[in-house]
């Protein structure tokens, strides 16, 4: 069964940074692309960026490209979104997706001062 | 960006009911490969989405062919022929084929 359990989220100040992890397990983590989306309160869904199944490439949106990095690990299977000088507007609930077919249940970040 | 416009916003349908979702695409989603990166997906209360159809009308694994997807270029619809309970929630359109990928804002189904 595939898995994709998301960590990492929590109540974060402006400015601050935040990395979310994402643990893959049910299938082999390294032959497939990988993606970021979002979900904010209001339930509008934005796609963040993705990456190869080496880590040799990635694609952002170019609203979020200078903040957010995609990375992953995968001898450890895991997906990583390092979050940097957050706004409120970063306030979502963060799901890593594999083809869009497999999500994982999501991790809220909320950025608050 | 590509924009995504979906409509409606919502609706409300009877059990057994046919109900259609339209969305639009500002540019033609043809990629260069032929292939049009149209998907569908469901997102039920309290869940994760789930794609339901990907391709413009291909049915994921599992799900019921109450399901289709049509459309072309920048025009594409989601019909359900029957609706059941297990329906409700709200469904949006994504594009694929277009960095960066763009949704639809959802169009939320409910049970009449």
């Known amino acids: 069964e595939v898995q994709l359990v998301e960590s990492g989220g929590g109540l974060v100040q402006p400015g601050a940074s935040l990395k979310l992890s994402c643990v893959a397990s049910g299938f082999t983590f390294s032959d497939y692309w990988m993606s970021w989306v979002r979900q904010t309160p209001g339930k509008t869904m934005e796609w963040i960026g993705d990456?190869?199944?080496?880590?040799?490439?990635?694609n952002y949106a170019p609203s979020l490209k200078n903040r957010f990095t995609i990375s992953r690990d995968n001898a450890k299977s895991t997906l990583y979104l390092q979050m940097s000088n957050v706004r409120s507007e970063d306030t979502a609930t963060y799901y890593c997706?594999?083809?869009?077919?497999?999500w994982g249940q999501g991790v809220m970040v909320t950025v608050s001062s | 960006d590509v924009v995504m416009t979906q409509t409606p916003v919502s609706l409300s349908v009877a059990i057994g009911q046919p109900a259609s979702i339209s969305c639009k695409s500002s540019q033609s989603l043809v990629g260069t490969s032929g292939k049009t990166y149209l998907n569908w997906l469901l997102q039920r209360p309290g869940q994760s989405p789930k794609r339901l159809i990907y391709?413009?009308?291909k049915l994921d694994s599992g799900i019921p062919d109450r399901f289709s997807g049509s459309g072309s270029e920048t025009d594409f619809t989601l019909k359900i022929s029957r609706v059941e309970a297990d329906d409700l929630g709200v469904y949006y359109c994504?594009?694929?084929?277009?960095?960066?990928?763009?949704f639809g804002s959802g169009t939320k189904l409910e049970i009449k």
């Open positions: 990456i190869k199944y080496d880590g040799s490439y990635t």
């Open positions: 391709l413009v009308s």
């Open positions: 997706t594999r083809d869009h077919v497999e």
């Open positions: 994504l594009q694929g084929t277009h960095f960066p990928f763009t």
